[in-house]
């Protein structure tokens, strides 16, 4: 079965403290790797990396792809309470399944003030 | 104006009854999809649909049935509730070929 893999499950850091979540995937028909941060509802989308090396930027967030690796990780720099939630990492494929999204379990994140 | 909406937003139910969840997306797009968020919060897909193909995720009991009215609706129908169906169930909406997908607000269904 196609697997997305995110680590930590959870994480309790700090207002302030700096985080990196992780995200590896395996291989087979990879279309792109998509985070999404989920609140109380619905999950809200923040990146998508198709290409390896690439930063993508947005405020204190950041990402970044390694397809060679086969991994990504989301930073937040300058943690703050509002940014508890669980982020979220979904593989998109190439092939019958097109669109559908295959997530990880999901990282905890609480920031404590 | 909500982009993906999702009723109802709570829906408590007896075992072996029959149930929809409606869902509504006006933003134009042409995929829509069905996921099932469980206790653990592991986001699964069910369905994804747009006016071409109907595509089920294997593990999807038939008792789950999406029906489409039209391109903007995809309502998901269960028959036979069990307990195990207890979940949020989140409908979403892409372009096809996007890879951005909008989540609506979720459903949260109990089968007591």
């Known amino acids: 079965e196609d697997k997305v893999v995110q680590s930590p499950l959870s994480l309790v850091v700090h207002e302030g403290d700096t985080v990196t979540l992780n995200c590896s995937y395996e291989v087979t028909n990879f279309r792109s790797l998509l985070w999404y941060k989920q609140e109380k509802k619905a999950p809200t989308f923040l990146f998508m990396l198709t290409s390896s090396g690439i930063e993508k930027k947005s405020g204190r967030l950041s990402s970044i792809l390694d397809k060679k690796e086969l991994f990504s990780i989301l930073n937040i720099t300058a943690t703050q309470t509002g940014d508890s939630a669980v982020y979220l990492c979904a593989k998109r494929n190439y092939g019958g399944s097109q669109g559908n999204l295959i997530f990880g379990k999901g990282t905890k994140l609480s920031v404590k003030p | 104006d909500t982009a993906v909406s999702q009723t109802p937003k709570y829906l408590v139910t007896q075992m072996g009854n029959d149930k929809s969840i409606k869902c509504e997306q006006n933003?134009?797009?042409?995929?829509m999809y069905w996921y099932k968020q469980d206790s653990k919060k592991f986001l699964k897909i069910m369905f994804s649909?747009?006016?071409?193909?109907?595509?089920i995720n294997e593990t999807v009991p038939n008792r789950f049935s999406p029906k489409s009215p039209d391109k903007a609706h995809l309502n998901l129908h269960i028959n036979s509730l069990e307990l195990g169906d207890s979940a949020v169930y989140f409908c979403a909406s892409s372009q096809q070929g996007g890879n951005e997908q909008f989540f609506g607000p979720g459903t949260r269904l109990t089968v007591l």
């Open positions: 933003l134009g797009h042409d995929t």
């Open positions: 649909y747009n006016n071409k193909e109907l595509i």
